[in-house]
């Protein structure tokens, strides 16, 4: 596949080990987010170009997309939130803001960037969560929105094949700045570690590389697929 990847969220946990990679190997990535000194100190230490955008502002999406050029062999959507409440402490706007920057912003996302990414093939790579699909407390607004994302993507790779790919990775706790109200306690970090049959928390790289080769060629035949990389804490009940 020829052409740009796009990287949204290029400078968080996922998306810097992400876009570290897709440079190392060739595939010129694009780096988006909002914060321009991040994003510079990151483009020149892989030699990428980049761009400041808020992906809740359809306005800037379309602006990256123009920018970005066509054709486009790829676009990662690696932005996230985490909002833990139980759901007497859930106000409205708390569900809509949540759903708007993980499941609205990724399907502006790549609206803006389909003339592109259908110029040839390309892949897109989403990030859901363990907790669209186990359910886990104080995590309604979160946990719906991740779930949306997991049904805009299967829909989006009936829509676009075979001229586009559409995969998740769906990702439990991962040390990253998202996580940090989490994992900066040991005791906490430790306690969550225990609740993975693999006895461990994410790293970055965990899931940064199964989006780099869901992005790659050597992914060519899988698409509309949801793929956990937590631990084995989606599937596994563990040895109790
Ligand atoms: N870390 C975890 O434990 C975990 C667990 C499950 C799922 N996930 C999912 O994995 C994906 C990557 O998460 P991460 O842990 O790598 O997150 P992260 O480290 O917090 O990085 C988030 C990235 O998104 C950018 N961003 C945030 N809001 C933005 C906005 N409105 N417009 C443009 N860019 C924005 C941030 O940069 P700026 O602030 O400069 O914009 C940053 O580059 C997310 O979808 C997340 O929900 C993560």
Do not use: Y
């Not at 990428?48 to 955008?53: C, H, I, L, R, S």
């Amino acid at each position: 596949m020829a052409g740009r990847v796009l990287v949204f969220g290029a400078t968080g946990g996922i998306g810097a080990a992400l876009s570290r990679r897709l440079a190392a190997r060739g595939a010129e990535p694009m780096l988006v987010a909002r914060d321009a000194g991040r994003l510079r100190a990151l483009g020149e230490a892989i030699g990428a170009p980049w761009q400041a955008a808020d992906v809740t502002d359809a306005a800037a999406l379309r602006a990256v997309a123009a920018a970005a050029g066509a054709p486009l062999a790829g676009l990662a959507f690696c932005v996230g939130s985490i909002l833990l409440k139980p759901l007497a402490r859930l106000a409205e706007a708390d569900f809509a803001e949540t759903f708007r920057l993980n499941a609205l912003a990724p399907a502006m996302a790549v609206q803006a960037a389909l003339p592109a990414l259908t110029a040839g093939k390309a892949s897109v790579v989403l990030f859901s969560s363990v907790a669209a699909r186990r359910g886990f407390a104080n995590h309604a607004a979160i946990g719906a929105a991740k779930a949306a994302v997991e049904g805009l993507a299967v829909s989006l790779a009936a829509e676009l094949a075979p001229q586009i790919r559409v995969n998740v990775v769906a990702p439990s706790l991962t040390k990253t700045q998202l996580a940090e109200p989490l994992t900066r306690s040991p005791q906490m970090a430790e306690a969550i570690a225990k609740q993975h049959p693999l006895q461990r928390l994410g790293e970055a790289e965990d899931a940064a590389s199964l989006a780099d080769f869901l992005l790659s060629d050597a992914a060519g035949w899988i698409t509309g697929q949801v793929i956990g990389v937590d631990g084995g804490r989606g599937a596994l009940a563990g040895k109790g």
